[in-house]
């Protein structure tokens, strides 16, 4: 059974630039976290989407966005990046939003 | 949401149980208690979950208090590869909160 797929594996961008960073969950899980992790401020969790409708949202400026399609997989977007956006951002999904597992992450540095 | 408190570090002879503590004084009737643990920033990986009953897998065991405001995580025979951050987590809303966890190093 595949794992939770998170591409790219690692990405630089530039100050002000935006990035899309996509993942496909196990199959049959229909819900999807994101979370960013930061050497300073730790695993904080993003959002969490289900069945397409964002039920939770981390405490996170409007630029960090998501949403989810009918097949499930997820994708995220932070536009006007800034230095501190970099980070190893990581999805995890479940079937209904207990016992999440979590994939390799997106590793993003802004330069 | 309801915050854990662990300590955050601890030591573990290769082969004895490792018996990691978890604070969550604040949790709600309805609130499960997560284990997760990272291994050199790779993602997060589940280890066991429960509500007030104690529980076991293949990977630890849970011991929850009856009044549910600790937890224990019980890694039986520990070997170098359970060397990671382990985190303990009030699960609430869809969301893992997590703290920074506890660093165990298990020594050869």
């Known amino acids: 059974k595949a794992g939770v797929t998170q591409t790219p594996r690692y990405l630089i961008k530039t100050r002000g630039q935006q990035v899309t960073l996509s993942c496909s969950p196990i199959s049959g899980h229909r819900s999807v976290s994101w979370y960013q992790q930061t050497p300073g401020q730790g695993l904080q969790f993003l959002f969490e989407?289900?069945?397409?409708?964002?039920?939770n949202k981390g405490n996170f400026p409007g630029r960090f966005s998501g949403r989810q399609f009918s097949n499930s997989r997820s994708e995220m977007n932070v536009s006007t990046l800034e230095l501190g956006d970099s980070a190893l951002y990581l999805c995890?999904?479940?079937?209904?939003?207990?016992?999440?597992?979590f994939g390799s992450g997106t590793r993003l540095t802004v330069v | 949401d309801a915050k854990t408190t662990q300590p955050p570090s601890m030591d573990c002879a290769e082969g004895r149980a490792a018996n990691l503590p978890c604070n969550h004084s604040t949790i709600s009737g309805n609130e499960y208690v997560y284990w997760y643990r990272q291994i050199h920033s790779q993602g997060p990986q589940y280890i066991i979950h429960?509500?007030?009953n104690n529980e076991t897998n293949e990977m630890a065991s849970l011991i929850i208090t009856e009044d549910r405001k600790s937890s224990t995580l019980i890694l039986p025979h520990a070997t170098l590869r359970d060397t990671a951050v382990y985190y303990c987590i009030v699960f609430n809303d869809y969301k893992l909160s997590f703290g920074a966890g506890t660093t165990v190093t298990v020594r050869a």
């Open positions: 995890a999904s479940s079937v209904r939003g207990y016992g999440y597992t």
């Open positions: 429960g509500l007030k």
């Open positions: 989407y289900f069945s397409e409708t964002q039920r």
